[in-house]
């Protein structure tokens, strides 16, 4: 079965940095669009950034434009965040997202059908 294990999150002071991996298994990773989301008590999950199979295209929710980097890994199935000048809005549980399609046609929670069981990050003001 596809398993997703984030791993990075933690607590970091505003204007820190903190990076995110994401190791998949049980599909053809290579062939996958994948995504982040986060979550915060009461709310609904929130997109974050996709990437396509390939890396040919990105796509950011306007809040981190400029500050989260995403990136794969294709040989080493992983999928990657880079997280820079953390604020403390930023707070929330980290979800990596997977699809079995090459491309995304929606940066949505409904186009992805496989996820991992998240990372807490938390950003102090």
């Known amino acids: 079965q596809v398993q997703l294990v984030e791993s990075g999150g933690g607590l970091v002071q505003a204007g820190g940095s903190l990076r995110l991996s994401c190791a998949a298994s049980?599909?053809?990773?290579?062939?996958?669009?994948m995504g982040w989301f986060r979550q915060t008590p009461g709310k609904q999950r929130e997109f974050v950034a996709a990437?396509?199979?390939?890396?040919?295209?990105?796509y950011y929710t306007d809040s981190v434009k400029g500050r989260f980097t995403i990136s794969r890994d294709n040989a080493k199935n992983t999928l990657y965040l880079q997280m820079n000048s953390l604020k403390p809005e930023d707070t929330g549980v980290y979800y990596c997202?997977?699809?079995?399609?090459?491309?995304?046609?929606?940066?949505?929670?409904?186009?992805?059908?496989?996820w991992g069981q998240g990372t807490q990050v938390t950003v102090s003001s």
């Open positions: 997202a997977a699809t079995r399609a090459a491309l995304i046609a929606r940066p949505s929670a409904s186009f992805f059908r496989y």
């Open positions: 049980g599909l053809t990773f290579s062939n996958s669009a």
């Open positions: 990437i396509n199979w390939n890396s040919d295209r990105f």
